[in-house]
Nanobody
Framework: VQLQASGGGLVQAGGSLRLSCAAS????????MAWFRQGPGKGREFVAA????????YYADPVKGRFTISRDNAKNTLHLRMNSLKPEDTAVYYC??????????????????WGQGTLVTVSS
């Protein structure tokens, strides 16, 4: 699977952005999809994940209630809607895909395929 992330940019605190991840090469609906992020001087951290059908979603506590993950299997696309952005959300955001079970869905090492990352900068 090849993944291409887009939609990052510079936004003021309190603003919104929508990230997209376009997939190609394999059957998109076979994979659990997730977003991770890596802030300045930090390790890669889990943001959100969705199951193969898109009916279940999971979020990291810092983004719960502000971010929404969604997928369109017909268009092979994953999205992350980010509202009420905070300066601490500043990071490179990566989409990931893999045949991952629920128990490992928050573990970066469990995913086989990664996008190139898109930078989100939130100014205060």
């Amino acid at each position: 699977v090849q993944l291409q992330a887009s939609g990052g940019g510079l936004v003021q605190a309190g603003g919104s952005l929508r990230l997209s991840c376009a997939a190609s090469g394999r059957t998109f609906s076979d994979y659990r999809m997730a977003w991770f992020r890596q802030g300045p001087g930090k390790g890669r951290e889990f943001v959100a994940a969705t199951n193969m059908g898109g009916g279940r979603s999971y979020y990291a506590d810092p983004v719960k209630g502000r971010f929404t993950i969604s997928r369109d299997n017909a268009k092979n696309t994953l999205h992350l809607r980010m509202n009420s952005l905070k300066p601490e959300d500043t990071a490179v955001y990566y989409c990931a895909a893999g045949p991952v079970n629920y128990w490992k869905s928050r573990v970066a090492g469990a995913y086989d395929y990664w996008g190139q990352g898109t930078l989100v900068t939130v100014s205060s």
